[in-house]
T-cell receptor, first 111, second 111 residues
Framework: RKEVEQDPGPFNVPEGATVAFNCTYS??????FFWYRQDCRKEPKLLMS???SGNEDGRFTAQLNRASQYISLLIRDSKLSDSATYLC????????????FGAGTTVTVRA | DVKVTQSSRYLVKRTGEKVFLECVQD?????MFWYRQDPGLGLRLIYF???????EKGDIPEGYSVSREKKERFSLILESASTNQTSMYLC??????????FGPGTRLTVT
């Protein structure tokens, strides 16, 4: 079983729509969670951390559900520039050096 | 702004050749990483270095070696390239493990 699993999509949504997708992780002891964003033919970049209480960054909302071992990302009022692949990332312990990356969920926002 | 550069964007090598991929970062980061990214598999860690001359194996070190003689430079070496090493190779550096800054990647084709 993969450590981090994501629905690859693609999620095709019109501008202005809300899109949400999940990521599941297999290690119940995992400590920290993040979303990275990777534009087409570009390198991944940290989008946001995911806190236990949930957090927002502008139009982006991240949630963590430890009981069911998944994290989610919701994008409100989608823009064309939100088109990207979103990578779910897990850090198993604060002393760990290794991030576990999901294969990514592709979102395409159309005009 | 952190800048991570990689020596080549595209590289074509023959089976059995020795291949060097270079990565340089300009932010004095302690940590540097080499990943490969393949469709459907996400980013997989090949090697990690937390200091000059220090290295740790990642998930898939077989067929690869690394060198870190200077803090800013981390090299990935394919001792004898094989077709199954055709991939996108991404270098990253970080101060904090979870906030990694990636280079633009090298797309390596082994024929």
């Amino acid at each position: 079983r993969k450590e981090v699993e994501q629905d690859p999509g693609p999620f095709n949504v019109p501008e202005g729509a809300t899109v949400a997708f999940n990521c599941t992780y297999s290690n119940s002891a995992s400590q920290s969670f993040f979303w990275y964003r990777q534009d087409c033919r570009k390198e991944p970049k940290l989008l946001m951390s995911v806190y236990s209480s949930g957090n927002e960054d502008g139009r982006f909302t991240a949630q963590l559900n430890r009981a069911s071992q998944y994290i989610s990302l919701l994008i409100r009022d989608s823009k064309l520039s939100d088109s990207a692949t979103y990578l779910c990332v897990v850090l198993n312990s604060p002393n760990d050096y290794k991030l576990s990356f999901g294969a990514g969920t592709t979102v395409t926002v159309r005009a | 702004d952190v800048k991570v550069t990689q020596s080549s964007r595209y590289l074509v090598k023959r089976t059995g050749e020795k291949v060097f991929l270079e990565c340089v970062q300009d932010m004095d980061h302690e940590n540097m990483f080499w990943y490969r990214q393949d469709p459907g598999l996400g980013l997989r860690l090949i090697y990690f270095s937390y200091d000059v001359k220090m290295k740790e194996k990642g998930d898939i070190p077989e067929g690869y070696s690394v060198s870190r003689e200077k803090k800013e430079r981390f090299s990935l070496i394919l001792e004898s390239a094989s077709t199954n090493q055709t991939s996108m190779y991404l270098c990253a550096s970080s101060l904090l493990v979870y906030e990694q800054y990636f280079g633009p990647g090298t797309r390596l084709t082994v024929t």
